[in-house]
Structure formats: structure tokens, C-alpha cells
């Protein structure tokens, strides 16, 4: 049982740039969510989605966009990569039958320059 | 709103016992404890759902005071296993989303 895949693991992107995160999970989970932690802030909710083909803003969500095209991913996309978005970013999901207890994926460091 | 985490940090001895504190300015549904070592991803600790509710995992346990709006997070006899960030995560509205503490950093030393 993987859990929660995220791809990549690292990556360093020019200012403008533009990149794809993808989350992948196959514990059949209906919750999804995007998070970035950035030192003494704790994590942050990006956005997340609540089914297959929605989503919806979390506490940050300017400079990124999402898709949930089929329940198990979870794409995060940033259209102008920014230095703000200098960020570890968390994916997580978790299901009602366990009380939303969240699995988190292992992680992707972005750096933007 | 984010929830207000402390200490913010704490260093023990193997053994030594330790409380972390997380409250909301808001009512609250449930309450999360993660716990986060260094470089990997935050994990899963324990949920506590109703107002008074104590809950363990192995020596850590918590409690959650719906009133107060108030969760506290108790480790017992530390092990050295222990150290990492600890985050708690608030819920308002059952379900969907949290809202994470900025953290308390638990150093536990031989």
C-alpha cells in the first residue's frame, strides 16, 4: 500500500517558470489537499478538494491552481513561478470513515530563483 | 484562524514528561495532533472529536476541553523516538479541512 505519492520530490524553477505537482493516492480517500510549509508558519492550506471534479480555495491559494480529474490525484499547478512560492508543499487526503485523520505524502521542496 | 500552539519549544530528558498546548479562538469540531521529524512528513497522532474526550497512543495521550476550546497533548517518560515538531490541526465545521498550529519543537536528549 504506497499511500500518498507525490512527484517530484525536488525542484528548482526560474522566476516565470511554470510547473505541475502531482499527488497520487490509493487508499481510495474522497478529501484531498495541497499545503506549503515555510519555517515558523506551520502548514498552510493551499487548496483542497472535497470529491472528484472539485475544489475549492484554502488559506493561500493566489499564484496556484488545482485539478481533481479522477479521486485518487491531485495536481497543483503554478502558472509564474514567484520566490514566495519558495516552499516545502504537502499533499494529504484522508476519508470520513476514519475521521478525516490525514496521510500526508513525503514531501516535494520547490525553489524558486 | 490558526490555532495558538506552546510552548513553541521544549527540550527534556529521556524519561521526563511534557504537555503541549493548542487553543482556538473559535468553537470547535474536532482537534488533530501530527507529529513531524525532521525532513520527512508530518504523521498522524490521535483525533479527539467531543468535548472532553482523552484519547492515547502508547505514553502520548490528549484531551480536548469543547468549552475552553482548548486540546492538550501529554507525553509520558519521554523516549528519545519522540523528538520532532508537533502541529495540532483544528476542524470547525466537521470534517473537509484543518487548520494547523505553527508547532512545538520537542527535543528529547540521553
Known amino acids: 500500500n504506497a499511500g500518498v505519492t507525490q512527484t517530484p520530490k525536488f525542484r528548482v524553477l526560474k522566476t516565470g517558470q511554470s510547473m505541475t505537482l502531482l499527488c497520487a493516492q490509493d487508499m481510495n480517500h474522497e478529501y484531498m489537499y495541497w499545503y506549503r510549509q515555510d519555517p515558523g508558519m506551520g502548514l498552510r492550506l493551499i487548496h483542497y478538494?472535497?470529491?472528484?471534479?472539485?475544489?475549492a480555495k484554502g488559506e493561500v491559494p493566489d499564484g496556484y491552481n488545482v485539478s481533481r480529474l479522477k479521486k485518487q490525484n491531485f495536481l497543483l499547478g503554478l502558472e509564474s513561478a514567484a520566490p514566495s512560492q519558495t516552499s516545502v508543499y504537502f499533499c494529504?487526503?484522508?476519508?470520513?470513515?476514519?475521521?478525516?485523520?490525514?496521510?500526508f505524502g513525503s514531501g516535494t521542496r520547490l525553489t524558486v530563483v | 484562524q490558526q490555532p495558538v500552539q506552546s510552548p513553541q519549544a521544549v527540550i527534556l530528558r529521556e524519561g521526563e514528561d511534557a504537555v503541549i498546548n493548542c487553543s482556538s479562538s473559535k468553537a470547535l469540531y474536532s482537534v488533530h495532533w501530527y507529529r513531524q521529524k525532521h525532513g520527512e512528513a508530518p504523521v498522524f497522532l490521535m483525533i479527539l472529536l467531543k468535548g472532553g474526550e482523552q484519547k492515547g497512543h502508547e505514553k502520548i495521550s490528549a484531551s480536548f476541553n469543547e468549552k475552553k476550546q482548548q486540546s492538550s497533548l501529554y507525553l509520558t517518560a519521554s523516549q528519545l523516538s519522540y523528538s520532532g515538531t508537533y502541529f495540532c490541526g483544528t476542524d470547525e465545521t466537521s470534517g473537509s479541512r484543518l487548520t494547523f498550529g505553527e508547532g512545538t519543537q520537542l527535543t528529547v536528549n540521553p
Open positions: 478538494s472535497v470529491g472528484e471534479g472539485t475544489t
Open positions: 494529504a487526503s484522508s476519508s470520513p470513515l476514519q475521521n478525516y485523520g490525514y496521510t
